[in-house]
């Protein structure tokens, strides 16, 4: 799923592309992503793009009379960037195709399930109805982030990509800022101490800040066509069994529902590993405690 500092990218790639530019017309492939009718779609059509922001993970586009546009990808959404003013809609993946004159900006979702979604909405109350309440990291300050975190008690990956708790943040960035802050996804909100916690908001704002910057710098003007929640260079996020960049510990990974949680066991969890639940079941008091015990069982399995 994308998140702040891949929205942050394709509003860099959007606003010199839509900004002051005139909708011509929407053309919607799936009947699932359109999810208002009050006001109707063809209410945009027409009008002149004046802006463009983020609202956590969602992309807003602002139009006169309190019009907005607001796009939530979800995990598979996509944008492409076609110059030919009525481009054509990809078959199988194509949503939606939005025509201006200088090209055309195309909306896509790989997979079966269609979770992206489109609403078109009238006035600030409605625009800000659809936020789910989350703070802003990068604008917040070190109390109100530590409010944010500790209203209710929950593990830190949770609280971190909870959009009622902290906007922007998903699977990928909330292992990286975790990392960063040398902290367990695990560990719950009610037990991080004042010193633990200005620790995270600092590994979150600079965490956010860097791969936005780093991913802006990366596309330049061009369009970007490949956005993932997988990038090289990041410490733990998808890299199960690789050497962590700071110790050289092989990252290991946690798996709950259909989320996951990378961590390094020497910098964030004082060399415990965490127990998979699927895994803890299976083995029960064999679950190793640590990566001595892990590797211990490995041993003795090869004999």
């Not at 309440?133 to 609280?159: I, M, P, Q, W, Y």
């Amino acid at each position: 799923m994308p998140e702040l500092p891949d929205v942050e990218l394709y509003l860099h790639a959007l606003r010199p592309r839509l900004t002051g530019q005139r909708l011509n017309r929407v053309r919607i492939a799936s009947p699932f992503l359109l999810r208002s009718f009050d006001p109707p779609l063809s209410a945009v059509e027409g009008g002149i793009v004046r802006s463009l922001s983020r609202l956590g993970k969602r992309i807003v586009w602002h139009f006169d009379h309190e019009l907005f546009i607001v796009i939530h990808l979800m995990i598979a959404g996509r944008f492409r960037w076609k110059d030919a003013p009525a481009a054509a809609i990809p078959k199988k993946v194509g949503l939606a195709a939005f025509e201006f004159d200088s090209g055309t900006l195309l909306l896509t979702e790989a997979g079966a399930k269609r979770r992206a979604s489109l609403h078109v909405v009238r006035g600030e109350s409605s625009l800000h109805a659809i936020d789910r309440g989350g703070l802003e990291v990068l604008t917040s300050t070190r109390d109100a982030f530590a409010a944010a975190v500790t209203r209710e008690n929950h593990t830190l990956k949770r609280a971190l990509t909870d959009p009622r708790l902290i906007s922007g943040i998903g699977n990928a960035y909330s292992d990286e800022i975790l990392h960063a802050a040398k902290l367990s996804p695990l560990q719950l909100t009610s037990r991080v101490s004042p010193d633990e916690l200005a620790r995270l908001h600092g590994a979150a704002i600079r965490t956010l800040t860097a791969w936005r910057d780093a991913l802006i710098a990366e596309s330049g003007d061009a369009f970007p066509e490949k956005v993932s929640a997988f990038h090289e260079g990041m410490a733990v996020h998808g890299r199960f069994g690789k050497p962590c960049p700071v110790c050289g510990t092989p990252v290991q990974r946690i798996r709950y529902a259909s989320n996951e949680a990378n961590y390094c066991p020497t910098c964030q969890t004082g060399g415990k590993l965490l127990a998979d639940r699927s895994l803890s079941r299976l083995l029960r008091e064999d679950w190793p405690k640590s990566l001595d015990e892990m590797d211990q069982h490995l041993a003795e399995r090869r004999r």
